[in-house]
């Protein structure tokens, strides 16, 4: 008999469709860098499916998954707790199962938050947020809970903006308030942090989000959440106005940097998982 461990630990994600998410590439290159026996299963997973893909998790004794659409609400009634941000946000996209246990955590926000403290500490900042989608929700409270200022809310649909503007006042410390979104949206003199959280850009990098790049001042970072193509061309039009841009890839790294930690304990490269994201999306430094 050999004394060889031929189990290795599972993680993974569900949720549909799938097959264009390429989180799986992402961490098993980590985990592979790391020498972990770790694999990370990418499961299409329909909605009528969610409690019985839970129930096998946790059968099989996964460590934990990831939920993206559109699981993300509906994945709560299936756990035993939630983390604070995920309990303030209202959506899950990561669980940690620890003794069949299911703890809900939301790593969007905090992978976005990661990033951004790599180029400025958000305390005290006055931020323009663009969007009222689940990426601008949990990256709103993320923001309120690491105490900026003040937000801005923009969004085409204002009680979107506003659901999210009261979030954060009635769950932190932050001030917040919304503002419809009409014709060219322009940047409020003083504004620190730019952050665009719509979808627009995702697969079109000559797609401009509608802003007045001349709105934008230098030393203003400026944030795009969209991963694919990362350098956008709203981060290109600031770029070139002397603004610090910032680019999804690192939201989507640092997010499963976290959710890793959160199941295994174990702090994976980043600088392994960013480069897998740029060979598979065909992007250079410079985008
Ligand atoms: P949602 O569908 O929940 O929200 C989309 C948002 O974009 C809404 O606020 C919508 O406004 C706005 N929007 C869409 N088109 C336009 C437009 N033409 N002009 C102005 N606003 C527009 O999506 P999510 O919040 O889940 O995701 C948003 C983006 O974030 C996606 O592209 C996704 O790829 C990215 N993302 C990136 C992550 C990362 O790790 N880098 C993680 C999660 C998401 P309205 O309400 O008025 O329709």
Redesign the pocket.
């Known amino acids: 008999m050999s004394n060889q461990n031929f189990r290795s630990i599972l993680t993974g994600s569900f949720s549909t469709p799938c097959a264009d998410n390429p989180t799986v590439a992402m961490i098993e290159a980590a985990y592979r860098h790391a020498g972990l026996d770790a694999r990370y299963i990418n499961c299409d997973v329909k909605a009528g499916n969610l409690a019985a893909a839970v129930r096998g998790a946790v059968a099989m004794e996964w460590v934990g998954f990831n939920c993206s659409l559109p699981h993300k609400v509906a994945v709560i009634e299936y756990l035993d707790e939630l983390a604070e941000a995920a309990r303030i946000i209202g959506a899950v996209n990561c669980v940690a199962i620890r003794d069949g246990r299911l703890v809900g955590n939301n790593t969007?926000g905090k992978?976005f938050l990661a990033s951004l403290r790599e180029v400025i500490d958000p305390a005290g900042k006055k931020v323009f947020l663009l969007?009222?989608?689940?990426?601008?929700r949990a990256i709103a409270v993320e923001l309120g809970l690491a105490d900026v200022a003040h937000i801005t809310v923009v969004?085409?649909?204002p009680a979107?903006a506003e659901t999210i503007a009261a979030l954060v006042r009635d769950n932190t410390k932050s001030d917040a308030t919304a503002r419809p979104?009409v014709g060219n949206a322009r940047v409020p003199e003083g504004t620190d942090i730019v952050i665009n959280?719509?979808?627009?850009g995702?697969g079109d990098a000559d797609a401009m989000?509608?802003v007045d790049p001349d709105t934008l001042a230098k030393g203003q970072v400026v944030a795009d959440?969209?991963?694919n193509p990362p350098m956008t061309r709203f981060l290109r039009e600031a770029r070139q106005r002397g603004c610090t841009p910032l680019d999804?890839l690192g939201?989507?790294v640092n997010?499963g940097v976290i959710g890793v930690e959160l199941w295994l304990g174990a702090t994976l490269d980043a600088g392994v998982m960013k480069q897998t994201l740029r060979d598979i999306f065909g992007a250079s430094d410079a985008g």
Do not use: F, H
């Not at 969007?131 to 601008?136: E, K, L, V």
């Not at 959280?197 to 627009?200: D, I, K």
């Open positions: 969007d992978g969007g009222a989608g689940g990426a601008a969004n085409r649909d979107k979104w959280a719509t979808s627009v995702l989000v509608e959440v969209i991963p999804g939201m989507l997010q």
